[in-house]
């Protein structure tokens, strides 16, 4: 993304003879882009719809885009299964930013880093620039669009003339709505299969349903109304079904509001980021969760606490008698006090919810598992309750693993001709014992529809290339309640082609299928299947009001509430005991799925290779955790490369020393060791999925993730682990603070007081507005979307592995996290970013004036100005001020997606948060314009935004009504390091915890 | 007192004159070893600025390092030079007359190797300009609160008057040589700089009194310069920065080091140009008294340091002094403690004092010893202050080392020429401790 | 034409020289030039010269220094008034510090011109009534006079010890 300036950039990959966007953006295009855009905006602007591809000619100024003035348009993420709102801005045709949909009901507002970071997927100088095919000496060369559907349509013609339709495959992600539908349609047309393939999909969490209530499906669950959330490794707050949900659900149940606040136990072997934002962490051994969940529901069940008929307690007291808490303490290394009052709480504090089946413990018990903690939900009366089966996840729909395998094997034996792969990296994500390259290899035709040029399109005879989800038509649900649309915010920014229109019309010149996919583009397709939609939903509505109206809202929001369901008789057959584990090590090993690059998919996105993991703060690269006790006995310290060694191979990785993960356990995260997918993923870090066995969870056959006992050793090789904070404790500096809830409610607590009676001059006078944030900590999980965020609005550069090696990393805001070891272990975060100060250290010696006060207490940064003496960050108390230290540069097309209302620096001058300035200077014109004042909230910077649980609050502190100033005054709030006297303007509330603080 | 009867009015003139002969193979291969290093100084900065300051070995959170330190280094070094000619001028010490001139040299080529560092260390050094307030288009003006712009002024003004001073103190000298060299480039070259000085009573009358009101302005610019030198740092709020002991303790170790560098240079010349008639064992020891001094002065502020640190009960000091002691970096500070604490206490012996070997040797650890010291405050306070997130470990580069060997050459490129092309002693001052001669004298 | 003519004595002691200075000034020859390779106390009294006036010059630069320093710390500060920290526009205390810069610079300044101008120092070398070993290890006596009086001159320089003495014409 930003090596050092050497002149050059690298274009946009394009085939031959394609008049597209080269380099520089030329007039021609811009005004295509312009019309482009008019047109989409037509459509959302409820004027008659047409197709995006039509260009509105200049002559015809179009009367929607005004140059300089964003426009917002609603969309779905496609970045994980969770389908997140979004409302993508746009300018002079470009998509600049993206920001969560607050409609939507998943995320309402919210996004995550991964999201944030979509336009660098669109904008990915790794891209494939147009159709590609193997030539005669196997090399992939491009082509243009009708070649290559014609290949694809003669392959097809073959393969149907010696009748093997049923040799057909279409393997794809879990994409529901229309798409999914004209697949599924189409491939059986062919009499094909259409197999979908998730790399996290939950089977045991299907079945366990399945055997516990007869529902074979996944529930949506209502952690916002729990009062004691109890989670067995579900890591709700990363990757687990729909994680920015969940994150904002959490914070509503956990964030303390009117002197309460919800109380969280996590439970798993490795303190997961979800895990830190646990009130109590049980460090439990690995894959026997089932007996923690028997233990208490046995607990509960001897207390007659539970709420269920008398028939149920029998059953259930037949399943759970064994099960003693004394008895489970033995097996699972809780003690059994422990047990008691967690089964206590959970009861009594209502409702309460237990969830389960995070990946990283999934284990080849993992339904039974889930069984039992379905259990404990039914007796504490949770399911109907905060567990709602009448909105349930479309996921459920993806095949098992058992299935992709048998695939696999079905492929290796050449029964299938035609492979079409979307969205999927099986070569990736696949354990290589499965051998899926080989499988592969045996098929004759594989066709990938991949925008980027991963392990597995490698490997295909013809490329099709897709557009990203914010170039293309489209619908998504991720549940039932939800049925989000997708519109293209721009023109294709490379020669690509949406997958429905390359199925549309290769259908035309195949007999048989033109009738049946008459449509001309997906576009007419996905109107014809929301008018299905639309007599189900509202048949009175007129389809446009009702089309144009959807799409403007980004999609159709219901509630469905939930349906009560009853302990089906199957309970009592389940029988509960130890997941299998491979390999004879001594170390349970544990592959997690990263909450950065989720599968993988994420990893060639230079924002989230440079997004400081929070709890290591590692980037670009792999590591494992370790424990600080395993690590003294093998004699490694943090750097050391470890040789990783399960049945199936090994990986070589630098440690981690990590307090938080069981001595008999170590963890590598998911997501890097691609072996292509484009320059920023390429040969960085390591693949832990390469070394787990091919191990089902017996019941669901769901991949079992942690099924491997491994041998690890050191290498003697030691670098430095590159990473943005060395320092793991805050000294007693109270820094990022916390207070425990009787301190709250007994009021016993030193308040906060404000430094101006130690001040020598009179105070700083500000005329309309003084600009300031607060931060609660007690709702921030470490998830670094703020971060991200701040990456996209503010045009920050990215400097890569090696420069982040000399704390060169250019955030404007950064998680710091620091541990606590005193009482059990723990983890703060706190966001720090430039406290725009009332007393500014930095200003005053600047012998330039680049740095200064301005009327609405921003403390302003003049690039221009800024002859790079970096006194100012001297002498700044929060190192919060970045100094460019070279010209950094972003790769064609990247640049593109910079903010035209924000400079780019260059080398030798200063640069910090400026709280968006260019946010507030839009909020104050418009209100200007308006004739009014600005309104509190109407001013969000990009952090606060991107924000899913809303930790940051930004306002006027001079408007004593304003939500800020309020929250300036709160009982727990306090200013980091107030004693210097810098009087920021930002206000910390204190992290509330139950017992330590 | 033997020797020095041996010297007549032209026995000085003579000697000191005769410095100035065609330079050897020696004075030549040294003279270009060292332009090369220059050039390799010239070469790395150039590389700096073509590429950007990111070449240099700072990281978040110490955004000054060896720069800085070379900066307050060669000031420091700046110092003694003006303390000698002007204090002890003033101060009418006698043992001053030999060494003044070498130190005033010494003096005006480590300010102008000073200077160069503050716009070295740049982010954008083609706008340095921007510092001084030049009226200009854009009407801005520059921040009189800052203290680097303190720097600007009390250095240029130290700059300007030293060189003036040492400039003035050599006129009657040039004149001398003047009057002495026959062949035609230098014989003019030395006639214009002499200014047509004729050593008249009225020029004398009014050169002894400008002379000493230089010395009037140097004395208390010498001390203010340091000082501001000092508030570059004690105004900012940087544990280990922030304190008011800074002025008394960097003029202290300026003359300390100042002295030191006196030392280092003055016994190779006096060796090489056999001038142990002029520069005499008493010469040295009183220097070595006032090295004596000083250094108790800069122990003293080290200790004060870490009392006030541990009194005041401030974390973040106490953090500070820790770290230095037992950190990453502690063996830089116990060599700045070796250098100048530990080994001056060497020269409480008179044997010591009076050994020139030894001298030299201690000198050239003192000179070390005082690099380390500004190292270490501006480096470690830097790498560890208050916020625990934010600290980070600074490792230089090799951009930085050759930029610093680069400073060297550049300030001995100097002296190189000083000793060949102008009088190296002061040829009129000497006279003046010499005893007139008188018919009296002859008569007996 | 002539202008002015003189005699002129080379010494090579200083008490001699002393002594020729007296006497000449009893004989009434005020208007003598003396040269020394230093400057020399006893010539000084001899010839009850009066304080050189460099100093008023000294004087002059370095008040206009410290009005410099003020003005153009406090006319700028409010020509362009930015606000840093809670810190005044014009806060004098570090203003001060530009005020004794520049008393100190100017005051320099100042001193080196008088000194210049006082001394009539001159880029070109003496050609008349000087002799280069005057920068060695010689007095000199020049003494203008008439035509008349040189006799009586030389007879003075003579007796007190001259090593030699020259007639110049200007």
Not at chain 1, 643 to 665: F, L, V
Not at chain 1, 912 to 920: A, E, L, M, N, S
Not at chain 2, 224 to 231: F, L, Q
Not at chain 2, 326 to 345: E, H, Q, R, T
Request: glycine share 8%; aromatic share 12%.
């Amino acid at each position: 993304m930003s090596e050092i300036k050497k002149g050059g950039s690298t274009k946009p990959v394009l085939s031959k003879g394609e008049g597209l966007i080269t380099g520089g953006i030329k007039r021609r295009d811009f005004l295509k882009i312009l019309g482009v855009v008019g047109g989409t905006a037509a459509i959302t602007g409820g004027c008659s719809p047409e197709p995006v591809e039509k260009i509105i000619p200049y002559v015809i100024p179009p009367d929607t885009i005004i140059p300089g003035i964003p426009k917002w348009y609603a969309s779905t993420c496609m970045e994980c299964p969770a389908g997140c709102g979004i409302l993508v801005k746009n300018r002079e045709g470009r998509a600049i930013k993206i920001e969560g949909n607050p409609l939507s009901p998943i995320n309402s507002g919210g996004t995550c880093a991964r999201g944030q970071a979509a336009l660098q997927g669109l904008y990915n100088p790794d891209r494939i620039g147009g159709p590609h095919t193997r030539n005669s000496s196997g090399r992939l060369e491009p082509t243009a669009w009708d070649e290559a559907e014609s290949i694809l349509v003669e392959k097809i013609k073959e393969i149907r003339s010696k009748g093997n339709g049923n040799k057909i495959v279409f393997l794809t992600n879990n994409i529901s709505g229309s798409l999914n539908r004209l697949i599924d349609d189409w491939v059986n047309a062919l009499g094909g299969r259409h197999i979908v393939y998730e790399t996290f999909s939950h089977e045991p969490l299907k079945e366990a349903n399945r055997i516990s209530f007869g529902i074979n499906k996944i529930p949506t669950y209502h952690i916002e109304e729990t009062k004691y959330l109890l989670s067995f490794g579900a890591d709700m707050l990363e990757t687990w079904l729909s994680p920015v949900q969940y994150a904002r659900k959490f914070s509503e149940m956990h964030g303390y509001k009117n002197k309460s606040m919800g109380k969280f136990v996590q439970v798993e072997p490795r303190l997961s980021l979800t895990g830190v934002s646990a009130d109590e962490w049980i460090a439990i051994r690995p894959g026997t969760e089932a007996f923690l969940a028997l233990g208490i529901a046995n607990a509960i069940l001897s207390e007659g606490a539970a709420s269920v008929t008398s028939g149920e307690a029998d059953k259930l007291n037949r399943l759970v008698k064994d099960y003693k808490p004394d008895v489970v303490s033995l097996i699972t290394e809780v003690p059994t006090e422990t047990i008691t009052r967690i089964a206590k709480e959970f009861v009594e504090s209502r409702p309460s919810l237990a969830l389960g089946g995070g990946a990283a413990n999934t284990s080849s018990k993992s339904t039974e598992t889930l069984v039992a903690i379905n259990i404990l939900n039914y007796i504490a009366g949770n399911v109907g309750d905060t567990v709602n089966f009448g909105d349930t996840l479309t996921l459920s729909n993806a095949n098992s693993f058992r299935e992709i395998a048998s695939l696999v094997d079905s492929m290796s034996k050449s029964e299938v001709e035609l492979l079409l792969i979307y969205n999927v990296n099986p070569s990736f994500t696949l354990p290589k014992t499965l051998r899926f390259d080989e499988a592969l290899k045996k098929v004759p035709f594989v066709v990938s529809f991949s925008s980027f040029m991963d392990e597995t399109t490698e490997q295909a005879n013809l490329v099709l290339p897709d557009h990203t989800t914010l170039e293309k038509w489209g619908d998504y649900t991720h549940q039932d309640s939800v049925y989000g649309v997708i519109q293209p915010i721009m023109d294709p920014v490379f020669n690509t082609k949406s997958i429905g229109d390359v199925i549309l019309s290769i259908s035309k010149k195949i007999e048989g299928l033109e009738s049946q996919f008459s449509s001309n583009t997906f576009y007419d397709y996905l109107r014809d299947s929301w008018r299905g939609i639309q007599t189900r939903l509202a048949p009175d509505k007129d389809f446009e009001a009702f089309w144009t109206d959807k799409v403007e809202r980004g999609g159709i929001y219901r509630e469905i509430a939930p349906i009560q369901v009853r302990l089906s008789q199957e309970v009592s057959t389940v029988s509960f005991s130890e997941p299998k584990f491979e390999g004879e090590g001594a170390i349970y090993f544990m592959a997690y799925p990263s909450y950065r690059y989720y599968d993988g998919r994420g990893a060639n996105k230079p924002w989230l290779q440079e997004l400081p993991d929070a709890i290591t703060t590692a980037v670009w690269d792999t590591w494992v955790e370790i424990n600080p006790e395993t690590a003294r006995k093998i004699g490694v310290r943090e750097g050391d490369f470890l040789s990783i060694e399960s049945p199936y191979g090994n990986i070589t990785t630098q440690a981690y020393i990590y307090k938080g993960i069981r001595p008999d356990t170590i963890a590598v995260p998911i997501g890097l060791g691609h072996k292509s997918y484009g320059r920023y993923a390429q040969n960085r870090g390591v693949n832990p999925i390469e070394i787990l066995p091919v191990l089902t969870d017996e019941a669901s056959g769901g991949f079992a993730w942690l099924s491997t006992k491994v041998n690890v050793s050191k290498t003697g090789k030691r670098e430095q682990l590159v990473k943005t904070q060395d320092s793991t404790s805050q000294e007693g500096r109270g820094i990022a603070q916390a207070i425990t809830l009787k301190e709250l409610e007994s009021g016993v607590h030193e308040q906060h007081e404000l430094g101006e009676k130690f001040d020598m001059y009179p105070p700083q006078k500000y005329i309309k507005h003084r600009w300031g944030m607060s931060i609660d900590l007690s709702k921030c999980i470490g998830c670094g979307a703020c971060v991200t965020a701040c990456y996209a609005e503010n045009n920050i550069p990215v400097v890569g592995k090696g420069q982040v090696a000399k704390r060169r990393e250019m955030s404007w805001i950064r998680i710091e996290r620091f541990y606590h070891e005193d009482n059990g272990f723990d983890i703060r975060f706190i966001p720090m970013l430039c406290q725009h100060c009332g007393n500014a250290p930095c200003e005053p010696v600047c012998p330039v004036y680049a740095t200064y006060h301005n009327h609405e207490g921003l403390n302003a940064m003049i690039y221009n100005r800024c002859v790079g003496t970096r006194y100012c960050s001297n002498n700044c108390t929060y190192k919060v001020r970045r100094f460019n230290w070279f010209t950094y540069n972003w790769p064609e097309p990247l640049n593109w997606q910079l903010n035209p209302d924000v400079s780019v620096r260059t080398k030798g001058v200063m640069e910090k948060c400026t709280f968006c300035v260019q946010r507030i200077r839009f909020g104050e014109d418009r209100a200007r314009d308006e004739e009014r004042n600005v309104r509190d909230g109407e001013i969000i910077p990009a952090c606060a935004q991107a924000c899913p649980t809303k930790v940051i609050v930004f306002g006027d502190l001079k408007d004593g009504e304003s939500t800020v100033s309020h929250l300036a005054k709160d009982e727990r709030g306090y200013r980091v390091l107030q004693e210097v006297n810098t009087q920021p303007a930002i206000t910390y509330l204190k992290k509330v915890t139950w017992d330590k603080a | 007192m033997n020797q020095e009867s041996a010297l007549t009015y032209s026995k000085v003139n003579h000697d000191i004159i005769r410095m100035l002969d065609k330079p050897t193979v020696k004075w030549w291969s040294l003279f270009i070893f060292d332009l090369a290093v220059l050039a390799f100084g010239l070469f790395c900065f150039l590389y700096q600025v073509y590429t950007g300051l990111g070449v240099a070995g700072y990281r978040h959170p110490v955004f000054w390092a060896v720069y800085i330190t070379n900066f307050v280094f060669w000031v420091g070094i700046a110092h003694s030079g003006t303390l000698i000619s002007a204090i002890l001028y003033l101060f009418r010490a006698r043992f001053r007359m030999s060494i003044y001139r070498i130190s005033e040299a010494m003096t005006v080529f480590a300010v102008l190797t000073a200077g160069l560092f503050p716009i070295i260390h740049l982010g954008r050094p083609w706008s340095f300009y921007w510092l001084l307030p030049y009226p200009n288009q854009r009407e801005l003006w520059v921040n009189f609160r800052s203290p680097l712009l303190w720097d600007v002024f009390a250095v240029g003004t130290y700059l300007t008057v030293s060189s003036i001073f040492f400039f003035v103190g050599m006129i009657p000298d040039i004149a001398a040589i003047r009057d002495r060299v026959k062949e035609i480039p230098r014989k003019i070259i030395y006639t214009i700089l002499s200014l047509g000085w004729k050593g008249s009573t009225w020029e004398w009358g009014h050169y002894t009194r400008a002379y000493f009101y230089f010395a009037a302005f140097a004395t208390p610019l010498v001390i203010s310069v340091h000082s501001v030198v000092s508030w570059d740092f004690a105004m900012s709020n940087v544990p280990g920065w922030h304190s008011t002991i800074f002025p008394p303790y960097f003029v202290a170790g300026a003359i300390f080091s100042g002295l030191a560098m006196v030392i280092t240079l003055v016994v190779p010349i006096r060796k090489i140009f056999h001038l142990e008639q002029f520069i005499t064992i008493a010469n040295f020891e009183g220097m070595a008294k006032m090295i004596i001094l000083t250094s108790l002065i800069v122990t003293y502020a080290y200790v004060v340091e870490f009392f006030m640190a541990w009194y005041s009960g401030n974390p973040y000091e106490w953090g500070q002094f820790m770290y230095r002691a037992k950190g990453d970096y502690a063996l830089f500070y116990w060599i700045m403690i070796f250098c100048n604490s530990v080994v001056p206490l060497l020269l409480w012996f008179k044997k010591v004092r009076t050994n020139i070997k030894a001298l030299f040797i201690i000198s050239l650890f003192i000179n070390i010893g005082m690099w380390f010291e500004r190292f270490n405050i501006i480096v470690i306070s830097l790498s560890h202050d208050f916020e625990p997130g934010g600290w980070g470990l600074y490792r230089v580069s090799w951009v930085e080392l050759g930029v610093t060997a680069g400073s060297f050459a550049w300030f001995f490129m100097f002296f190189l020429l000083f000793i060949k092309i102008l009088p190296a002693l002061s040829i009129s001052e000497i006279k003046e401790i010499l005893p007139a001669p008188t018919r009296e004298a002859k008569a007996r | 034409m002539i202008k002015e003519q003189g005699v002129f004595g080379i010494f090579s002691y200083i008490d001699s020289t002393v002594q020729a200075i007296k006497k000449l000034r009893e004989a009434d020859f005020k208007n003598l030039r003396v040269f020394s390779p230093f400057p020399s106390h006893e010539i000084e009294e001899a010839l009850e010269r009066r304080e050189s006036i460099v100093r008023f010059f000294t004087l002059t630069g370095a008040t206009l220094g410290a009005l410099c320093g003020l003005t153009l710390t406090i006319l700028t500060s409010l020509d362009w008034p930015i606000r840093t920290s809670a810190k005044p526009i014009v806060s004098l205390p570090p203003f001060m510090i530009f005020v004794f810069e520049l008393t100190v610079l100017f005051g320099s300044l100042a001193t080196l011109l008088g000194l210049l101008i006082n001394s009539r120092l001159r880029r070109n070398a003496p050609r008349i009534m000087y002799d280069p070993r005057f920068s060695e290890d010689k007095f000199g006596i020049a003494v203008v006079c008439k035509i008349e009086d040189i006799r009586k001159v030389e007879e003075i320089l003579k007796l007190s010890g001259a090593d030699e003495v020259q007639f110049e014409g200007i």
